[in-house]
């Protein structure tokens, strides 16, 4: 059964005619064409689907739309604004932070996450939140010291 479930996507109000209890990823990818955030693990454990819901990174494949209804929401292709790449982006470019590209949408999402909630995060705070974000073809590497991902991911 569908209902109608109201969110800010990107800056704008949307309203959808959706199960509730499809996750957000799928409705993303598939009826928003929105195609930023990967399917990776479909466990919320690698980071690739990594949108913002009320200013905290989350995992899209992990959230039911029921938990969406009323919230605010931003994906890697909300962060372009009037044709131009966020800082964060751009960095991402002038670093060669990316190589198949795969991961990169989560990567940049996770590290939007952070800075909205903590705008001078420490190296050791950024390694820390970075890591709950997986590489698949290993051009990112993460810190071997800090084993365990943050906020319960």
């Known amino acids: ?12 109000s949307v309203s959808l005619q959706v199960d509730p209890s ?10 928003l064409k929105l ?5 990776g693990c479909g466990e919320g454990l690698c980071g690739a689907c990594t949108v913002i819901i009320d200013r905290q990174d989350t995992r899209s494949c992990s959230v039911a739309m029921s938990d969406v209804a009323g919230k605010e929401l931003i994906t890697i292709e909300g962060l372009e604004q009037n044709d131009k ?10 670093h060669d932070a990316l190589q198949c590209g795969y991961c990169t949408p989560g990567m940049i999402m ?7 909630n903590n705008p001078h995060p420490t190296r050791r705070e950024i390694l820390r939140h970075m890591e709950g974000n997986l590489c698949r073809c ?4 993460g810190s071997s010291t800090l084993s365990k991902p943050p906020h319960g991911r």
């Open 1 to 12: 059964m569908k209902d109608t479930v109201r969110l800010k996507l990107n800056g704008k």
């Open 22 to 31: 499809r996750t957000l990823l799928w409705v993303l990818r598939y009826d």
């Open 35 to 39: 195609t930023g955030a990967k399917y």
């Open 85 to 94: 790449l966020h800082p964060l982006q751009e960095a991402f470019v002038q």
């Open 110 to 116: 996770s590290a939007y996450g952070l800075l909205l």
């Open 138 to 141: 290993g051009a990112i590497h």
